[in-house]
């Protein structure tokens, strides 16, 4: 009697090619594909015979259409090696005029990697969503029955998802020599080709990933004993954490490094991730969107603009909208404020979390988000006191772990434990010359 593997053996033998490659573009993602493609001599076959259109139609079964641009430009700007900024010039002249090429014969490792970024975006799709919506944006009361996401919904926040992962593909740091992009350059070459509500909505991203990366970030970098010896600082004062150099170069890494980072489950897990891809970034999208906004500030209120106001200094969307949601949310907030706020202002922090430039006329109605102008809320008051001695804890922290490390000590520390710590061989202690200076 034939064992169960033989006889599958022979069953997809049997199977006519045509049969073969049914299945193969029924399969639910490319990274499914690669495996059953390697699974057996003749799913090899039949892919081999149509390996230009059965990556693309695999593509379409987890990818809507309307996307598929979005991934093939991402696609692409992740294969800008070596990195130099005239490449990043000409690509983004080329993609913002419209003469990228968007034709693309699909193989199956491009496939597969558009398939895993896709996963991710909808990972933290889902879960950005979960969160915005938990509570009205302006009165913070919870929200028990949230309207389920429309289809312009859903596609708004992966499009903005993908922007983020083209912008770390184009602005991170990959070498230190490299010659980057200052933040004012960027608001030439990438921020001033979308209206202020879209690099708004790209202003809620970041935040969203900023809190969930934050509380990984600032455990491992108040423990961690090599990171003590170079004075990561882990801040947790809300007021000027998101500028902190360390967390943005973390940021930079993209969608599918926070992804594991933040399910990490173990310090074990998070040093193999965090270890390796220690970079500070000053320049990455903090200060990007913040530089967004015009460079020249005036007093003049967004509600005063004439209309040949509006053509010159409010640049219309990238990307066409049939929705007027996030337009009117953002002429909503922003109607007493100069265009040195249009963009990422602090003041709005609170409605970014709540993503409210992502949301469709509708739900804005049933929030009766209109009714009254909105007024920028005072915010905590700073705590100056509460802040120092968090200060000088983190300094002493910084002390002590750098005494262990500088004896062979690495690992996991803290206060009044070092049960944790993993001691090497002991060397002659030689000052770093290279340790990093605070990034401020």
């Not at 699909?106 to 896709?118: E, G, Q």
């Not at 200060?391 to 004896?407: D, L, T, V, Y």
Request: proline share 6%; glycine share 4%; with cysteine.
């Amino acid at each position: 009697m034939k064992q169960p593997i033989q006889r599958l053996n022979l069953l997809v033998k049997s199977f006519p090619i045509e049969l073969l490659q049914l299945i193969l573009c029924a399969l639910p993602d490319a990274v499914t594909l690669r495996a059953v493609v390697l699974s057996h001599p003749s799913f090899y076959r039949a892919f081999s015979a149509a390996k230009d259109l059965i990556p693309l139609q695999v593509l379409l079964n987890q990818i809507p259409l309307d996307l598929l641009p979005d991934a093939l430009v991402v696609l692409r700007s992740s294969q800008l090696k070596p990195w130099s900024r005239e490449r990043v010039q000409e690509f983004l002249a080329h993609y913002y005029e419209g003469k990228l090429l968007l034709m693309h014969t699909w193989t199956i490792p491009d496939a597969v990697s558009a398939s895993v970024l896709y996963d991710d975006i909808a990972f933290f799709m889902a879960n950005f969503t979960a969160m915005a919506l938990a509570a009205h944006p302006v009165t913070g009361e919870p929200e028990e029955s949230p309207l389920a996401l429309t289809s312009h919904e859903r596609s708004r926040i992966v499009h903005t998802f993908y922007r983020f992962e083209l912008y770390c593909n184009l602005f991170r740091k990959y070498r230190l020599k490299d010659n980057r992009f200052s933040p004012e350059e960027q608001r030439s070459i990438f921020f001033g080709n979308y209206s202020p509500w879209e690099n708004e909505q790209l202003g809620c991203v970041h935040d969203y990933l900023y809190r969930r990366m934050v509380t990984v970030f600032n455990e491992f970098a108040a423990h961690d004993i090599e990171w003590g010896e170079e004075r990561v600082m882990y801040d947790t004062d809300d007021w000027y954490a998101p500028e902190n150099a360390w967390k943005q170069g973390t940021l930079s890494l993209g969608l599918n490094y926070l992804r594991r980072l933040i399910t990490a489950e173990t310090y074990e897990e998070r040093y193999q991730l965090l270890a390796p891809n220690h970079r500070s970034d000053q320049d990455f999208l903090h200060e990007g969107l913040i530089a967004s906004n015009h460079e020249y500030e005036d007093e003049v209120e967004l509600c005063e603009y004439s209309s040949d106001d509006e053509r010159r200094l409010i640049h219309p969307p990238f990307l066409e909208d049939p929705d007027p949601g996030p337009v009117r949310a953002w002429r909503w907030a922003h109607e007493h404020e100069a265009r040195d706020s249009f963009i990422f202002a602090n003041t709005h922090r609170q409605l970014r979390k709540r993503g409210y430039v992502m949301w469709d006329l509708e739900r804005l109605y049933k929030w009766d988000l209109f009714r009254t102008p909105w007024r920028c809320g005072e915010g905590t008051p700073f705590d100056q006191e509460q802040s120092d001695l968090e200060f000088n804890a983190m300094n002493k922290s910084f002390e002590e772990r750098s005494k262990i490390w500088q004896r062979g000590g690495t690992g996991w520390w803290s206060e009044g434990d070092e049960s944790k710590i993993v001691w090497k061989k002991q060397e002659p202690y030689r000052p770093r010359d290279d340790k990093p200076k605070w990034p401020y």
